[in-house]
């Protein structure tokens, strides 16, 4: 069983920068098949960026080059850094684990950009 903490959501103004955080507990054997999805009101969840099963990076069109997903290996860590946010960006961020069936969702914390 997998645990996944997030943190680091916050409200940013619009330009700004965060920071969130998804600490991994429990049965980790690889940070892989690991990321970040987001919802905002209204909307259906959506993926903004993640490792991959074979441990390559994939962003969301509409992150790119705004967004970095990083990871701390020896921390069961893994990071988002936002820049240049926008209103658009405003969502419930959760982390995720796992491939299929298998997948074990954070609890989620609240970005909200304002204009």
């Known amino acids: 069983q997998v645990q996944l903490v997030e943190s680091g959501g916050g409200l940013a103004q619009a330009g700004g920068s965060l920071t969130l955080s998804c600490a991994a507990s429990?049965?980790?054997?690889?940070?892989?098949?690991m990321g970040w999805y987001r919802q905002a009101p209204g909307k259906q969840r959506e993926l903004v960026a993640q490792?991959?099963?074979?441990?390559?990076?994939n962003y969301a069109d509409s992150i790119k080059g705004r967004f970095t997903i990083s990871r701390d290996n020896a921390e069961n860590t893994i990071y988002l850094q936002m820049n240049s946010l926008k209103p658009e960006d405003t969502a419930v961020y959760y982390c995720?684990?796992?491939?299929?069936?298998?997948?074990?969702w954070g609890r989620g914390t609240q970005v909200t950009v304002s204009s």
């Open positions: 995720y684990h796992g491939l299929g069936p298998f997948v074990a």
């Open positions: 429990g049965r980790i054997f690889s940070l892989n098949a």
């Open positions: 490792f991959t099963n074979g441990g390559a990076t």
